[in-house]
């Protein structure tokens, strides 16, 4: 519908950081159960929290290169999807970050990383959101304004 900038820059930050939460995603799941199989390793609860964290940490990656071409078109329902997959995971990485005692050896800068990605996307995807309903309810006034 729209091909501002604001738009584009969202479309190339999906671009940039989608994949890299897929990745991340994906390998934390991919060691998680490459580990597991390898020590024959039974199903505890500890096990399926560590494959959650890394499903949920893949899916705003998902969603967002699933949603590339709305985005670059402006469609205000593919920011909301990326919202608010973003923001869910973003409540699951600030819960881990809010542990005190974490094991250094287990949980590193990896944790940092994906925080610090999903806060960046998030931040972009609601501002650019924002500037499109502004920008969309300016167009409605004056197309109204001029109907008068």
Not at 70 to 93: F, K
Not at 126 to 145: D, K, M, N, P, T
């Amino acid at each position: 519908m729209t091909h501002t900038w604001p738009a584009k820059f969202a479309t190339l930050t999906a671009l940039l950081l989608g994949p890299l939460m897929l990745l991340m995603g994906g390998g934390h799941l991919y060691g998680i159960i490459s580990t597991a199989l390898a020590n024959d390793a039974p199903l505890t609860y500890r096990l399926v929290s560590l494959i959650t964290t890394g499903l949920l940490v893949a899916l705003p990656g998902l969603i967002s290169l699933a949603c590339l071409r709305w985005l670059w078109l402006g469609r205000l329902w593919a920011y909301v999807m990326c919202i608010l997959s973003a923001s869910t995971v973003m409540v699951y990485l600030g819960l881990l970050l809010s542990i005190k005692v974490r094991d250094s050896t287990k949980v590193g800068s990896e944790l940092d990383m994906a925080a610090m990605s999903v806060a960046v996307y998030l931040v972009v995807m609601i501002i650019v959101w924002g500037y499109l309903v502004l920008q969309r309810r300016r167009s409605a006034a004056a197309a109204a304004a001029d109907m008068h």
